[in-house]
């Protein structure tokens, strides 16, 4: 096969990222926006010696899953990957996915219970948009920096569109310039809006290469008359950083108090510039509902482990004896701490640091946690950590949850060889149309014979 051959092949299955695959010859041949059971007519564009790309030419039969797609910019924006698919169709890929890489990476046996799902539109809280040379705020094409317009993102609320569009005439108005990434100057370099999903607050944020925003005050005048009440604070973000990092250390607040507040699983939380907060907060409860039927918490000490602003653990605070966070990021601490203090849980406390250092810090101490959860970024856990959670902690339960399947698998499996068994795991989607799932997983401790 060579490269602008054109082939005609049936697509079978999906990867991880949503590109459609059939095979011809023996060879993989991954095709973006292709559905399980199209055929497809498909223009080959790259060749490697085991497999190759290429993309839809023609439909010539289309799969039974296929649906009419909603948005002008699915085949160039970076974020969905299955606007071109019923959303049934795409959980049902998800589970399979899940369960296939706890089999195949972890040897998992245990039963992957049905994910769980929710709406699939205008479910973001957060939106990060990039500014152009020319002052155009919009999105980052797929597996680049080049911009492209931004319209109405069909994930995010509508206001944020209407918030980018004000945003980009008033950098235009002014003439102000926007950041380049190879030179390092312009002043702009991102619009960051966060909105509390229950409470309707919202946040803009607006990085900047300098330490001040000429006429920010008519900026924040024309959000008012947009937003009305709903707007709670305007915030600069400095980040002087030639770097691609979006936001810097430094906040500088403009209008309001710096932070919006939202309700998340019963419990006031305050949100910054720079706190994590899950972008799905109605799904998020549905993960930390799990979670809490996995660990049972009643009445039992808590160790929760990358715990970011302490919101799985203050979830279900008021059912146990006590909730011990622990988290790297000094501003997320801080985040948890005052999470705690505005909602009156007195039996949680948190520390920061490294969580494999807290871990020995703890064992040293001779700590004992009835329940651990692990919530680590991407990579997944170190395996020393796992070593102490299950050899030094031996706790009942642990709760893992994790936003890739294929770590989780891997830790998993490290887990049952030190004395854990999963006994079952769930998908949750808290990212509709894109090729992100998370899961949470439950593993006890087993007896040894005597």
């Known amino acids: 096969m060579c490269k602008n051959d054109e082939i005609i092949i049936d697509i079978t299955d999906v990867t991880a990222q949503g590109s459609g695959v059939g095979k011809y010859e023996g060879?993989?041949?991954?095709?973006?926006?292709?559905?399980?059971?199209?055929?497809?007519?498909?223009?080959?564009?790259?060749?490697?010696?085991?497999?190759?790309?290429?993309?839809?030419?023609?439909?010539?039969?289309p799969s039974e899953s296929r649906c009419e797609i909603d948005c002008d910019s699915f085949s160039k924006c970076g974020g969905c990957v299955y606007r071109h698919i019923n959303y049934s169709s795409e959980a049902q890929l998800k589970q399979k996915?899940?369960?296939?890489t706890m089999k195949r990476i972890g040897n998992i046996a245990a039963p992957c219970k049905e994910i769980i799902v929710g709406e699939p539109l205008r479910y973001r809280n957060k939106a990060q948009f990039p500014i152009n040379e020319n002052g155009h705020v919009g999105f980052f094409a797929t597996h680049s920096h080049r911009i492209i317009p931004c319209e109405d993102c069909l994930l995010q609320p509508v206001n944020f569109y209407e918030i980018s569009k004000v945003f980009e005439k008033f950098i235009n108005d002014f003439s102000l310039s926007c950041y380049n990434e190879e030179t390092g100057k312009g002043l702009i370099r991102h619009l960051y809006i966060r909105r509390a999903s229950a409470t309707k607050e919202i946040m803009v944020c607006v990085v900047i290469n300098a330490d001040a925003l000429p006429h920010n005050e008519v900026l924040v005048e024309t959000l008012e008359n947009l937003c009305g009440n709903d707007l709670k604070t305007v915030?600069?973000?400095?980040?002087?950083?030639?770097?691609?990092?979006?936001?810097?250390?430094?906040?500088?607040?403009?209008?309001?108090?710096?932070?919006?507040?939202?309700?998340?699983?019963?419990?006031?939380i305050r949100i910054n510039p720079l706190s994590f907060y899950q972008v799905n907060r109605d799904m998020a409860e549905c993960l930390y509902k799990k979670a809490e039927e996995y660990a049972e918490p009643q009445c039992k000490t808590v160790l929760d482990l990358y715990c970011?602003?302490?919101?799985?653990?203050?979830?279900?605070?008021?059912?146990?004896?006590?909730?011990?966070?622990?988290?790297?990021?000094e501003q997320a601490v801080e985040d948890a701490?005052?999470?705690?203090?505005?909602?009156?849980?007195?039996?949680?406390?948190?520390?920061?640091?490294?969580?494999?250092?807290a871990a020995k810090k703890f064992r040293d101490e001779g700590l004992k946690a009835d329940v651990v959860v692990l919530d680590p970024p991407r990579k997944g856990c170190d395996s020393e950590l796992l070593s102490i959670v299950a050899e030094s902690f031996s706790p009942e339960r642990i709760v893992y949850v994790s936003c890739d399947c294929a770590t989780l698998?891997?830790?998993?499996?490290?887990?049952?060889?030190k004395g854990y068994k999963v006994i079952e795991y769930t998908p949750v989607d808290l990212f509709p149309r894109t090729s992100h799932v998370e899961t949470v997983a439950l593993l006890r401790r087993q007896k040894t014979e005597i």
Not at 235 to 263: A, M, P, Q
Not at 308 to 329: N, P, Q, R, W
Not at 345 to 357: P, T
């Open 409 to 417: 698998a891997r830790d998993c499996n490290i887990l049952e060889e």
């Open 308 to 329: 970011g602003a302490g919101t799985i653990g203050l979830s279900f605070a008021d059912k146990a004896k006590e909730i011990i966070g622990v988290e790297i990021i």
């Open 27 to 61: 060879i993989a041949v991954f095709v973006p926006e292709a559905a399980v059971g199209d055929r497809v007519l498909v223009h080959i564009v790259k060749v490697n010696k085991n497999y190759c790309f290429g993309k839809i030419v023609e439909i010539i039969e």
């Open 235 to 268: 915030v600069l973000n400095v980040n002087k950083d030639k770097t691609n990092v979006i936001l810097g250390k430094e906040n500088k607040i403009i209008y309001g108090e710096g932070y919006i507040t939202d309700i998340l699983c019963s419990n006031k």
């Open 97 to 100: 996915r899940v369960e296939q």
């Open 337 to 357: 701490k005052y999470n705690a203090l505005i909602n009156g849980i007195k039996n949680a406390r948190f520390l920061c640091a490294d969580a494999c250092e």
